[in-house]
């Protein structure tokens, strides 16, 4: 699980998220969602991670972020 976390922490800074160890498993479930991979898929995962990022870094950031946010607020 989070395998690629140590390439995203710009990503994160960006997204106002700060990873710790309660909250990583969550925000990778929604990274797995944001890129429709299958959860525990750390691979290919970040392969598309890496594409979305490269197609538009600030909408990946965008997206994670909203994601983030409505996590928060929900109960």
Partial sequence: MTCYFRHLQH???KAGI???????REIDK?????VRVEY????????EVKKRIA???ED???ELKE?????????
């Avoid at 994601?67 to 109960?75: C, D, L």
Wanted: with cysteine; aromatic share 10%; glycine share 8%.
């Fill in 11 to 13: 990503v994160f800074r």
């Fill in 30 to 34: 929604i990274i797995h969602g944001i």
């Fill in 67 to 75: 994601a983030w946010s409505k996590r928060q607020q929900s109960p």
């Fill in 40 to 47: 525990k898929g750390c691979p290919a995962t970040w392969k």
């Fill in 55 to 57: 197609e538009g870094e």
């Fill in 60 to 62: 990946f950031v965008s």
């Fill in 18 to 24: 700060e990873v710790t160890d309660e909250n990583k």
